[in-house]
């Protein structure tokens, strides 16, 4: 596979997982009563609801944003944050409410994994290259 399409696809789990976890920010800190409630009801306090929603918008503002092969370790650390994030979604969701609240989860780690792969490969080719 072509360099190109490489970051091609990886610039598509970009704008996906942006739209995915921006949303999700954006309505923990709103206070959404469809993502609202339902975390509430999962146990989590409303302090951590808000904190999440804002290190998530942070989290994807830092995928965004181009930087230097010096600091993509930043965005190691992001997407780390991102697989914590489902996992403990996927683990709440399906102790709370059962196995059928695992497909958001799995569909999002897809989204991530595949995204993070195609970034390691970009990152590798790069080295490579210099």
Known sequence: ??????????RIGIAL??????LSGL????KNPTVWDKTI???????FIITLGIVKLLGIVLLI???KSTYSWVKEWVFAGLFFDIFFALVSGC????????????????IVFNTYIF???????ESNTQ
Do not use: H
């Not at 059928?100 to 989860?105: D, K, L, R, T, V």
């Not at 970034?119 to 080719?125: D, F, P, S, T, V």
């Open 17 to 22: 997982t942006s739209i995915w976890f921006g």
């Open 1 to 10: 596979m072509t360099t190109k399409k490489q970051k091609t696809i990886y």
């Open 41 to 47: 009801a999962l146990g989590y306090p409303a302090y």
């Open 95 to 110: 102790v709370v409410f059962g196995p059928s609240e695992i497909i958001a989860p799995a569909i999002a780690y897809a």
């Open 27 to 30: 309505f923990e800190i709103t």
């Open 65 to 67: 944003i181009p930087m």
């Open 119 to 125: 970034y390691r490969k970009i990152k590798l080719a």
